[in-house]
């Protein structure tokens, strides 16, 4: 689960790390409010959606005036006047997709003297299965561009869980930053409270970018971007209660309010599988026979009937689909469920793109009676192999 940046800076002021001083703004009508609540003498304005490059994005709408999505205003009036331009309007960056988001939330923040950007990140890395720490002296641009043109300025090392969070990884941090002096204590201060903040609030993800140094000398976090474990949201109710659900994509939010694993892709052929290795090798060959998955969803091992009838409706939803794949093999998921499912589905929303079934496993001889005896224009697979074939050829021809 991601948060918009106002809350990860919320966030980032309770655990002590140093962010300037803002206010986030829902109705135009409060934008001027919230910027004369700021000294100035310059403000920032910055749109508010679960996408980078906000500042390089454009509004689809002509309306929404100049400039990205983060500007810069020398008053009060004019911080208003561009919060309110931007509330509303459609935002694309390069992380959005042409479609791009709708700005429903704006944060006006004090501006900062900068005399340096700097790039710091934590993740985990699922090749050490450590929590990592990934820092560059290139801060404000996009860390896949310094990974490809400059690696040579990228640090990146792991934190041993036995030992924890130390000192020496802050130092480490300052000298691959190249800061002194004073800034150097700041860095190690700073580390380790990003370090307590992730490991506490269950984090997937923390990335300041920039992290600046002031003409003062100072440290602080100008940007941030979170995400979070989704599978621990149950122990943290108050990250939960930041979730943005108008910011996801609204098959995936139906998804998970069924306990489904669904991934919306940009392919043409939908796909219903139980267990995440059958759905990847599902989607790898339906890409072998020369189409692609528009999702991935898989029901669980534990999916009833109406699980299986809500993620059907996911499914025909996306109006991409043209043709849909379900590859079921019951060990713990029985083909009669899948096959009831299905037929209950069909009927209920209709079927309106051709739809190949391939069952296996256990109870699979009820299922494909089920599925035979609903007079549904169904097409039956033998295999794997088969299933892709048919539905690749009924959608294309």
Same mark, same amino acid.
């Given at each position: ?44 304005? &910055? ?50 997709? #042409? ?51 400059? #690696? ?8 041993? #869980? ?88 609204? &098959? ?66 996306? #109006? ?78």
């Amino acid at each position: 689960m991601n948060i918009h940046e106002y809350q990860a800076k919320g966030l980032l002021r309770g655990y002590g790390v140093p962010v300037a001083e803002g206010r986030a703004v829902l109705r135009a009508e409060e934008a001027k409010t919230a910027a004369g609540a700021l000294e100035g003498p310059v403000w920032v304005v &910055k749109a508010q959606i679960h996408a980078g490059g906000r500042g390089k994005g454009t509004f689809k709408e002509g309306s929404a005036g100049s400039g990205g999505g983060v500007r810069i205003a020398k008053s009060v009036e004019e911080a208003a006047e561009q919060a309110q331009a931007m509330l509303g309007r459609t935002l694309v960056t390069h992380q959005t997709g #042409p479609a791009g988001k709708a700005v429903g939330r704006i944060y006006i923040e004090e501006g900062a003297e900068i005399d340096r950007e700097l790039y710091l990140a934590l993740l985990v890395d699922r090749v050490t299965s450590r929590v990592s720490f990934v820092c560059s002296t290139e801060g404000g641009v996009d860390i896949e561009e310094v990974a490809a043109s400059t #690696p040579e300025k990228i640090l990146s090392f792991s934190v041993d #869980p036995a030992t924890g969070i130390q000192p020496f990884h802050g130092r480490r941090v300052a000298f691959a930053l190249g800061l002194s002096g004073k800034q150097v204590k700041q860095c190690v201060d700073l580390v380790g409270k990003l370090y307590k903040l992730f490991m506490e609030r269950d984090a997937e993800m923390v990335e300041i970018n920039p992290l600046i140094v002031t003409k003062g000398g100072d440290l602080r976090c100008l940007d941030a971007k979170m995400g979070f474990d989704s599978n621990a949201l149950y122990r943290q109710p108050d990250i939960l209660a930041l979730r943005d659900e108008s910011e996801e994509d609204p &098959k995936e939010l139906a998804a998970s309010k069924f306990d489904l694993n669904y991934i919306a892709l940009d392919g043409e052929i939908g796909c219903m599988v139980n267990g995440a290795g059958l759905a990847m090798a599902t989607m790898d060959i339906i890409k072998l026979n020369g189409a692609e998955p528009a999702n991935f969803l898989d029901v669980g091992g534990g999916a009833t009937k109406d699980k299986v009838t809500e993620a059907f409706k996911i499914i025909t939803s996306d #109006p991409n689909v043209k043709g849909i794949l379900v590859n079921i093999f019951g060990g713990i998921m029985r083909c009669d469920v899948i096959a009831e499912g299905v037929v209950s589905a069909v009927r209920e929303v209709g079927l309106q793109v051709p739809l190949v079934v391939r069952l296996e496993g256990t109870n699979v001889e009820q299922g494909k009676e089920i599925i035979n005896a609903s007079g549904l224009d169904v097409i039956a697979a033998d295999d794997l192999g088969d299933a892709a074939a048919k539905i690749v050829k009924a959608v294309k021809g």
